[in-house]
């Protein structure tokens, strides 16, 4: 049994799939609480299913690309390992937020990890399990949020010392409503920084406040 906050059908807001029509598992828990945390309604609340009951309801959406997110999807690690696999075995696409600051190196190599290196300004950098470093794939790609000049030059200097921009895919984006995407924009140019700037295109498509999208 998973707990499970939400299962939603929306466009894809982020990553390099943004704009793609994509199917949301939102599971219930977070061992994190980043200073800007969005999603704090998944942090307790959800039902349990089973996976099969997942996927069943995952399946009436009929799309092929399916986002597990949080929360922390990897709180409920055995259980949502074996999500990943079934929908894999399904024949699904699929995608899993995770934090960073939980181990993923027992995900199935058919899903692309979207991974966060929590920035300063989340209040959990302590957090960041760079062990993950070393499992991340090519097609996998690294998340920083951030939120002020400290957080860019923090970002530039752990891209620096792991050479991530070798790694992986790496995507740049602020803290909505604290640092003006234009900012980011202007310093990623001034450094050439070999990063892909993203927004989060759901707050802008839907009011910002807005759940299930
Ligand atoms: S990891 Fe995500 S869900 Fe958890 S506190 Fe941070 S922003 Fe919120």
């Known amino acids: 049994m998973l ?37 704090e309604y998944a942090f307790y609340d959800g039902k349990d299913m089973a996976i099969s009951a997942i996927i069943n309801e995952v399946k009436k959406f009929e799309c092929k690309l399916v986002e597990i997110t949080g929360g922390e999807p990897l709180v409920q690690v055995e259980e949502c390992l074996d999500l990943m696999k079934q929908l894999g075995d399904e024949r699904f696409k699929v995608l899993i937020e995770t934090g960073g600051s939980l181990p993923i190196k027992d995900i199935d190599q ?56 070798k790694r992986c895919e790496i995507l740049c984006s602020v803290v909505f409503g604290k640092l003006e995407p234009v900012q980011l ?21 839907w009011h910002p406040e807005t759940k299930g999208v």
């Not at 299962?7 to 980043?34: D, H, K, M, W």
């Not at 290196?117 to 302590?126: D, I, V």
């Not at 000049?149 to 010392?161: A, G, L, P, Q």
């Not at 924009?185 to 498509?205: G, S």
Request: proline residues 3%; hydrophobic residues 35%.
């Open 185 to 205: 924009v202007n310093w990623i140019l001034e450094d050439k920084l070999n990063v892909r700037f993203q927004l989060q295109m759901h707050k802008f498509i």
């Open 110 to 165: 058919r899903v692309k990890v979207i991974m966060d290196l929590k920035c300063p300004s989340s209040g959990m950098e302590k957090k960041n399990l760079y062990e993950n470093i070393n499992y991340l794939k090519p097609k996998d790609e690294l998340k920083f949020v951030i939120g002020n000049r400290e957080d860019y030059e923090w970002t530039k200097e752990i891209i620096s010392k792991y050479s991530l921009d």
């Open 3 to 39: 707990k499970v906050n939400e299962i939603y059908y929306s466009i894809q807001g982020e990553s390099t799939a943004a704009g793609l029509p994509c199917v949301f598992i939102r599971l219930t828990y977070c061992n994190l609480r980043c200073t800007y945390c969005d999603t």
